[in-house]
């Protein structure tokens, strides 16, 4: 049957198609022209700064009051190491350099003594000269006291560990009644300070530039959509600076598809009810144009 016929028997049927194949490539066109505005990778994870806290000075832990997970702000005392032994020291430090000064101040005063003598030809050269000589040890012996003393107090502030930066306490190891030794891991703050660390294939890039936005959507949160931009791209793969980076020896070379990696922070910080950590999975999608 000549396909005019078949029109005129089913002209129905006919408009139907033709609005549905329409309609189809109207659909294509669009999918084709919105997804070639937008690169995204499911390659990509959360990071944040991570600051470990450990003790400065070795001593008894008398006192932990913070818990896992728990938040904190900058300054908030975190661990108390035993002072009694810090302050003794700076206790006698602090009477040893009031101590030099004291001598200090007497072996300047007879040095200009001795000044004054020698000009009116009362006294040697060599006693000036000695007077002289014993008032710059006494100075130095005084500054050297003073040194000690504000050792001493630093390494008392540092029986205090407070929180460097707000965040959230992680792997906490410290326990009351521990001894720690200088250099002992007690725990690690994951501060506010996130960003989106995405792997996109090398041939992803040639429209990628600094400061366009993206859509970051949190595998843990379907249907959220968080707002950010690109902030860098890596000077190299990612495979490049590994611990171990692949060489490919002359004769069995396959070509693999590199990832670069993409760095894309948020423009607003998460809100509390959608709390995000280090790791975590994520898809960026980034409008290219």
């Known amino acids: 049957m000549a396909p005019l016929a078949v029109i005129r028997r089913h002209p129905v049927a006919f408009a139907v ?9 109207v659909a294509g066109g669009v999918y084709y022209s919105h997804a070639a505005k937008r690169v995204s990778t499911d390659d990509a994870f959360i990071e944040a700064r991570i ?19 728990q938040e904190v702000t ?3 005392l975190l661990v108390q190491i035993d002072e009694r032994p810090y302050r003794a020291v700076v206790d006698e430090a602090r ?3 009031r101590a030099a000064e004291v001598e200090a101040e007497n072996a300047e005063a007879d040095a200009t003594r001795a000044r004054l003598l020698f000009e009116r030809q009362l006294i040697s050269r060599q006693d000036f000269e000695k007077a002289a000589a014993t008032a710059r040890a006494k100075r130095e012996a005084a500054e050297a006291a003073r040194r000690r003393l504000e050792r001493a107090e630093v390494d008392l502030s540092y029986t205090r560990i407070v929180a460097p930066e707000s965040g ?15 250099g002992t891991p007690l725990m ?10 995405a792997n996109f294939k090398e041939t992803q890039l040639k429209n990628i530039r600094p400061g366009q936005p993206v859509e970051i959507k949190i595998d843990a949160y379907k249907g959220k959509v968080f707002k950010g931009h690109v902030d860098s791209i890596q000077s190299g793969t990612g495979a490049r600076f590994s611990l171990l980076p692949p060489e490919n020896a002359t004769g069995n070379f396959v070509k693999v598809v590199q990832r670069v990696p993409v760095k894309i922070v948020f423009d607003q910080p998460p809100p509390p009810d959608y709390p995000v950590g280090p790791g975590m999975s994520v898809v960026p999608v980034v409008r290219v144009t």
């Open 188 to 197: 690690a703050i994951v501060t506010h300070d996130i960003w989106v660390i």
């Open 168 to 182: 959230r306490v992680t792997r906490k190891s410290v326990e009351e009644g521990m001894y720690v030794p200088v």
């Open 17 to 25: 198609g033709t609005l549905v194949l329409i309609a189809l490539l």
């Open 74 to 76: 900058e300054g908030q």
């Open 95 to 97: 009477a040893q350099a």
């Open 51 to 69: 600051i470990r806290i450990s003790a400065k000075v070795a001593g008894q832990v008398e006192k932990v009051l913070v818990e896992d997970n």
